[in-house]
C-alpha cells in the first residue's frame, strides 16, 4: 500500500530533523512558499538555514531574501549579503544582482567595483535585470 501524503511529509520532516540537508532544502522552500503545505516561515528559515550551512545555493539564495525583506524573520542586511554572496559564488545570477544591489547600497563607491563584477557575471548569466542595471551605469 502507497504511504500516504501525510506519512510521506513526516518521513522528510523526520530526515531533515535528523540533519539531512537536502530534506531541509526541500522542506524549507515547501514551507516557504506553502507548496503541499500550509506557509509556515519559522520552519522555512529553520530548515533553510541548516540546508544553507550544507551549501545548497537555493536555499542560500532563498534566506538572504528572507533576511533583505524581513519576510518569516527580522531584516538584516548584513545576513542577507552573506547568504547572496555564498549563492553567488555558486552561480546563482539573482544572488549575484541581489549582492551587487546591497553592496552598492552600503557603500557605493567603496564597493563599486565588487558590486560591477557581480553585476556582469549575473548579466552574462542572463539575469535581464542586471544587463538593464549595468547599462544604466554605462549611460552614466
Known sequence: MEPSMEEKLNAVIELCEKGDPEMCAF?????????????????????LTVASESGDA???????????????????????????LLA?????????YD?????????SEK?????????????NAGYDAAYDMLSDFEDE
Open 99 to 107: 549582492a551587487a544591489n546591497i553592496l552598492l547600497a552600503k557603500d
Open 111 to 123: 564597493n563599486r567595483d565588487e558590486a560591477m563584477g557581480w553585476l556582469r557575471r549575473s548579466a
Open 27 to 47: 522542506l524549507g522552500k515547501e514551507f516557504y512558499y506553502g507548496w503541499n503545505v500550509p506557509q509556515d516561515l519559522d520552519r522555512a528559515l529553520r530548515y
Open 88 to 96: 553567488a559564488d555558486q552561480g546563482v545570477p539573482e544572488a549575484m
Open 58 to 84: 537555493i536555499s542560500q539564495f532563498t534566506l538572504g531574501f528572507m533576511y533583505l525583506t524581513g519576510r518569516g524573520t527580522e531584516r538584516d542586511q548584513d545576513k542577507a549579503l552573506k547568504w547572496f
